[in-house]
DNA sequence: AACATTTAAATCGTGCACGATTAAATCACT
DNA sequence: AGTGATTTAATCGTGCACGATTTAAATGTT
C-alpha cells in the first residue's frame, strides 16, 4: 500500500464520494422510473417541463445544465415516446419550444409517488436530507458565478 | 407553473443536486486530467491501483462500484495508453491482474497536486467539504448492507 | 468421471455527457 | 443594404454506465 501520496488516496477524495453516491441515487431510481419507461435524465427533464410547459430548449439547458448535444437526441426520444413535441419558434427559428403531450402531461400525477418512495429507500433523516442537498447546492453555485 | 404536485420541484429534489454537482465537480477536474491524457473514471482506477498496485478486476470494481462491461474497456485504453498491463492469473484463468507499468506508477508524483488543487476552487471551507463527504458516504452505505 | 452450478471477464446494445464543429437565423454596425 | 459577430440547435466522435448475455474456467455434487 503506498504511502507516498496520502492526498490520492481514494477514501480522502470528496470527488469519489460524490460520483458514486450520484449513480447510487440514480440506480436507486431505476426500477420506478423502468415502469414509465423513462431513464434518470429524461425524468429530470420531465420535472422540469412539469414546472413550465413550453420552455425553450436552451432554458431546459440552463435548468439542467445540459448542452443541446445531450438534449437534442434525448428530447427526439421523449418526443418518439409520445411525452413532448417540439415546434421551432416563428418569430425566432434558430429556437425551439418543447411542450409536453397530454400524454407527458398525464404522467406528472403518476410519479408523484416517487419522491416519497426514494425518502424511504434512502433512510437517512430528512434534516440530514435537506442539509446534503445544501451543501452540494454551495458546491455548485461557485462556480456559476465565476462563469 | 404547475403547483399540483410540489414534491416534483426540480429545486425540492437532492437527486438533482447530485446529479448536477457530480457533474460539476467532474467538469473542474478536466483541465488537469487531460494535461496527463486521463479521463475523470481513469483516474479513479489509478487512484485504486496507487493504493495498492496488482489488483483483480473484480477487487477494482468492488472499490469503485463498477463492474467489467464498464471496466474491461477503461483498462485497455489504460493499457493502450501505457499506464497498465493486465495479466490473467495462471492459478484460476478466469481472474485477470492488472499491474502499474512504470509510467503509470511516475504518474501518481505528477497527479499528486490535483487534490490541493481541486480544494482551492471549489472555494468551500475544508470543515464543510469533510461534513459533505460523511453525509454522502451515509447515503450510499445504507444500501451496501441491504445487498 | 459426469454434469450442474457458480464465478470472472468479456461482449453487446442503449443512452447519456461533453468537447468540438457545423448550419442557419438573427443581430449589430457601418 | 451589406457583412461580420453572435446565438441556437443539431451533428459528430469518444468514453463512460449499466442491464443483459456469453464464454470460459473453476467448483460442487453425485
Redesign the interface.
Given at each position: 500500500?503506498?504511502e507516498?501520496?496520502p492526498?490520492?488516496?481514494?477514501d480522502?477524495?470528496?470527488?469519489?464520494?460524490?460520483?458514486?453516491?450520484?449513480?447510487?441515487?440514480?440506480r436507486?431510481?431505476q426500477p420506478m422510473l423502468k415502469q414509465h419507461n423513462l431513464t434518470?435524465p429524461q425524468y429530470?427533464v420531465l420535472?422540469?417541463l412539469?414546472?413550465?410547459?413550453g420552455m425553450l430548449i436552451k432554458d431546459i439547458g440552463e435548468?439542467?445544465?445540459l448542452k443541446s448535444n445531450t438534449l437534442t437526441p434525448l428530447l427526439k426520444r421523449l418526443e418518439q415516446n409520445g411525452l413532448v413535441t417540439r415546434q421551432r419558434d416563428s418569430e425566432d427559428e434558430r429556437q425551439c419550444y418543447v411542450y409536453l403531450t397530454e400524454q407527458g402531461k398525464n404522467l406528472?400525477?403518476l410519479?408523484?409517488c416517487?419522491?416519497?418512495q426514494?425518502l424511504k429507500q434512502?433512510?437517512?433523516p430528512i434534516e440530514?436530507?435537506i442539509?446534503?442537498?445544501q451543501?452540494?447546492?454551495?458546491?455548485?453555485v461557485?462556480?456559476v458565478h465565476g462563469k
Open positions: 500500500m503506498s507516498k501520496h492526498e490520492l488516496n481514494l480522502n477524495q470528496l470527488c469519489f464520494s460524490l460520483y458514486a453516491a450520484s449513480r447510487h441515487i440514480t436507486l431510481y434518470y429530470i420535472l422540469i412539469w414546472q413550465k410547459d435548468r439542467a445544465q406528472e400525477s410519479c408523484a416517487i419522491p416519497s426514494m434512502t433512510e437517512m440530514k436530507l442539509e446534503l442537498k451543501l452540494l447546492d454551495q458546491l455548485v461557485k462556480e
